[in-house]
Structures are given as C-alpha cells and as structure tokens.
C-alpha cells in the first residue's frame, strides 16, 4: 500500500522544498492536520523532507516512510478514514558561519505547521484503507493557507517592528523584532514622565491578549476547557481582560510600559532570548536593539534598573535566563513554571548521568520515562512520544515543537549546519559531549554556582521561581536543584524567593489564593505590582521613583 502525493502547477508555479505530511484521522472532530498530539488522543501522521517538489514530481509515502504513533502505513487497520496532506514549505537561508540550510520561516502565526500562511495541504477526503482492495491512493495539494492580518493599534495598545541588524547579519536576508506595547493611561496627558519597562517573556502573542476595554460579549457562547475541566472558560478569559484594563487604569496602579515581544523564528515561536549558534544572537539583539528602540519611542527610562521580566514555562525560563545572562540590564525576574533551568533534571532526564532519555536503565526491561502527567501523577505520554512525533514533523531539529527547539538554541552546529543532537531521536542514546557544552552554556543553576562570585551581586533580590509541585512536565525538579544552590549562597545571599504550589499543575505562579485557570490570567497585575512595591529596595540613589506613579 502506498499513497501518492502531488503538487498541481495551479496551486504553485515553482518547485518547493518542504516538510511533506501525510495525516490520517479515524474522525472527523476537526481536520486531520489539527489532530496531532503526544497524548492518547492522537491520530496519525507519517513526514519526509521534499526538494524540488511539484508539478510532475510526485511524493511516496510507503511502508518505510516513519510515522507517528503507529511506525508504518502498514501498521494502519482495516477501514475507513479521514486523509489529508500537507506542505510546511522551507526556504533556503545562507547564514555567515557558512552554512545553507533549508528552514521553515514563520509568517505571523508563530511557527505552527499546521496553519502557516503559504503552506499547501488537501481537502480531506474520506477514504477506505484496505491494502488489498485500495493499494494505492492519490492525493493532491489543493490549497493555500492564507495570510494573517497583523494587529490594529488602538489607544492603549501600539504594535512595533524594528530590522535587527544583529539578526540580519547572522542569517543573511533582512530579519525583524517586533512587540506589542501596552501604554499606561495618563501617557499622552504626561509627557514629561519617563516609565520603567515591564518585560513579559513567553510563547509568540498575536497581539497583547488578557487586556479589553470592552466588558464581555454578552452572546459569546460558553466553552468547555477541558485542561481546567471547566464550563465558560473563554467567558472568564474575557472578563479577567476587562478587569485588567480596570485596573490598568485605575488610580493606584503603577504606571510602567508592558510588552510583549515577537521573535518566532525558522526554528519555533520564540528564541528563548539568549544567542545561540544556531539561531543567531537573538539576546544581544532583543536586550540592546528592541528594548533601547521602545524605551525611545515610548518613553521608557531606559536604564537597567528600570526594567524587569517575568513569564511562565517557555517565558519562566527566558525571565530567569536574560537576569543571569544580563544581569546589569534587568533588575529583577519573576519566573514561574520554567522550563529545566537545571539540566541535572531535564524533566525527567539527567543529562550528565543518564545514557538513555527514553527508558530507565536496566539489563532486561524497558521502563518508559513518562513526560506529562496531570496533579494525580496519571501518565497520558512518554517522552518517546513527543520526540517521535517531532521526528515526523521534521528532521535535522526543524520540527518546531518543544525538544526541538530546545536542542536548537542550547546545542553547538553540526557539520551540515542543522544542531547536533543531545540525543539520537530514534534510539534515545544521549551524547555527552553535548550535555557539556549544554552544562557551560545554559545550565542555568550551573552558570550561576560557576560565576556566583562575579555576577552573584548583581543578582542580589533578582530572583523568584514559582512552580508547582505536580507541574505536568517534571519542571519541579529542576527548581528544587535550583533552590538548594540559591539557599547555600553566601557573599552575597541570593535574597530572593522560591515557592511552590501543592498539587499545582503548570503553570502555577506563586498565587496561593486561586487556581492555575485564574492566576495564569494575571501575570502583568501580579508582578507589576510585586516589582513596584520592591523596587525601591534595589534602584540607586537619587532616581526618580514616584514621577510614574501619579
């Protein structure tokens, strides 16, 4: 059994290099590109990597084409199905180290594969699969993901996008920072005051979501989250926006800019912040490029000790990160939930001791290492199941997903010019070589006890973790590693905090008063607020700390 896949010449007048998905759904709850998942619920997907692809060219996916859960079409029972394919076009960059390489470049929506504006893919079609009665189906690309339409500025919301110069040097063609800058009520009416910045980090944002001045759509239909087992979620969610514009506005609320930043990139929906040989140096690029030009647009104070940065999971990690690999440029990070910020516990990996990510080490059995689980610890995937997921999705790191880009930003480049591997993403083998040069460079519980003495009093009152204790992805652990390093400092006492949640999933974030559904909603009133009350503790004699607090 095979299936066949093609490019008509009226959908693409030119060859394409690419990701090439074939995705099988036993359902038809939504299409198949969107049925993807490492929990049970997934349904299947088979990829191979495509040059050239297009008009009489023709793709094969046949029985040793790797797929995801299952390995193989052959593996696929007896009956019908929902089929589709698609194409997560690549383009080809000459980079200054060297290399030519062929990545996927986001176009607005954040790096997703399965809705990226220019990416090809087939109606569905309902199919029986029978090798013997069907041994060969046809399928062609018939359509195009449209475009996205940017953000509109509005009162209180401006949207920004600079050339980094940086960033287009390294990659060899034009490349772009953006943000969205949340303005403080009294800007226009004040323009003699200069604001301290407040910096969140995390997953790419459309816009600067949890902010509305409108009140909650009357007619907007209840739904159900099924993460928080909870009815009218999005009702909620509108609500919380408007009552953080409430607050925004009100009297008492300090007066700071609040951003967002934009830096998706051919590798996933974020940089991580920090330079990377692989991609480029976006810390250099975000922390003296973008900030500066905001800080001047709008009116920021522009010193260090008037910025600060917080965020959770993917942005918990950035916050910690940018504070420790900067430690003069920010005063003060609040990360929660953050992703391993101590490779000793790489979730459920150590990275310097283990010779195997997947399994246990054992002489005859094969015990799986779990790597998401919910507060009651029950298991719905394997760390094998989302790394070989990715594996589907793209080779050479380029899937855009979770381990990926993690092995993307902490690991050295290959000889091909693609990152080495932390581990072999068949067999879960993990290289050594590489988890040191992980250890020197982004360990960040390692970086610090390494250089506490130099940047240890830089970062006296700079850092608070909050996680909690039954986090989804083990991402306790590495803080508990953290905190018996932060604990034993001296010359100077690290002075900061470290919380967790009991039986908090991700991402909780030092809130003891609500749960995850609620406080996730209100990072920018917690920590603006938190770093205001303290500021004073840490800011230099003689600056001005009331001028934006009218």
């Not at 920004?160 to 800007?187: C, T």
């Not at 992703?339 to 990275?351: E, G, H, K, Q, S």
């Not at 908090?504 to 917690?526: F, K, V």
Request: hydrophobic share 35%; proline share 7%; with cysteine.
């Amino acid at each position: 059994m095979s299936f066949e896949i093609t490019l008509p010449t009226s959908l693409s007048d030119q060859a394409l290099d690419g990701r090439l998905l074939l995705l099988i759904s036993k359902n038809n709850d939504a299409e198949p590109r969107f049925q993807i998942a490492d929990g049970p619920n997934s349904q299947l997907a088979f990829g191979i990597d495509v040059e050239n692809f297009g008009g009489k060219n023709t793709a094969t996916f046949d029985a040793a084409v790797f797929g995801y859960p299952l390995k193989s079409i052959t593996d696929i029972p007896k009956g019908e199905y929902y089929v589709q394919a698609l194409l997560h076009v690549y383009e080809t960059f000459n980079r200054a180290d060297g290399h030519v390489v062929k990545l996927p470049m986001d176009r607005g929506e954040g790096q997703k594969w399965n809705r990226a504006p220019g990416n090809l893919y087939s109606t569905p079609q309902k199919i029986m699969i029978d090798a013997e009665q069907n041994p060969k189906i046809q399928i062609s690309l018939d359509q195009k993901i449209a475009p996205i339409e940017p953000p509109k500025d509005s009162k209180y919301i401006k949207h920004i996008k600079i050339k980094s110069e940086l960033l287009s040097k390294f990659w060899g063609r034009d490349m772009y920072l953006g943000a969205h800058v949340l303005l403080p009520e009294g800007f226009e009416e004040h323009p003699e005051v200069k604001y301290p910045l407040a910096i969140m980090h995390g997953h790419f944002p459309y816009d600067f979501g949890g902010f509305s001045e409108t009140p909650p759509d009357p007619n907007l239909k209840p739904t159900f989250s099924a993460r928080f087992g909870m009815n009218g979620y999005n009702v909620l969610e509108q609500q919380e926006a408007h009552d953080f514009y409430k607050l925004w506005t009100s009297p008492k609320f300090p007066r700071v800019l609040a951003i967002k930043i934009q830096h998706a990139n051919q590798y996933y929906d974020d940089s991580y912040a920090v330079n990377s040989e692989n991609l480029g140096p976006y810390g250099d690029a975000i922390t003296y490029e973008l900030i500066p030009h905001i800080e001047k647009q709008f009116r920021g104070i522009g010193e260090g000790w008037a910025r600060f940065v917080y965020g959770g999971s993917t942005g918990g990690w950035e916050a910690l990160a940018v504070q420790v690999k900067y430690p003069d440029e920010y005063n003060g990070c609040y990360a929660a939930c953050p992703d391993p910020i101590d490779f000793r516990a790489y979730c459920l990996v150590d990275l310097y001791k283990d010779k195997n990510a997947y399994f246990l080490e054992s002489d005859f059995k094969q015990t799986p290492r779990p790597m998401h689980r919910n507060y009651l610890g029950q298991v719905s995937s394997t760390l094998q199941d989302a790394n070989y997921r990715e594996l589907v999705l793209g080779t050479k790191s380029r899937s855009g997903q979770q381990w990926d880009i993690w092995e993307a930003v902490f690991s050295p480049v290959g000889e091909d010019g693609y990152p080495k591997r932390i581990w072999d993403k068949k067999t879960g083998e993990i290289n050594p070589a590489i988890a040191n040069y992980w250890k020197e460079n982004y360990d960040l519980t390692y970086i610090m006890k390494r250089d506490w003495q130099t940047i240890g009093p830089k970062l006296k009152g700079k850092i608070n973790i909050y996680c909690g204790d039954m986090d989804n992805y083990y991402l306790n652990n590495a803080v508990y590693l953290a905190e018996d390093f932060l604990e034993s400092t001296s010359e100077p006492y690290y002075d900061g905090e470290v919380d967790y949640g009991e039986l908090a999933e991700h991402c909780w974030n030092g809130d003891h008063t609500q749960p995850n559904a609620i406080s996730r909603l209100r990072y920018h009133s917690m920590f603006i607020s938190k770093w205001a009350q303290e500021i004073g503790k840490r800011a230099p004699e003689g600056v001005d700390l009331e001028g934006w607090r009218y």
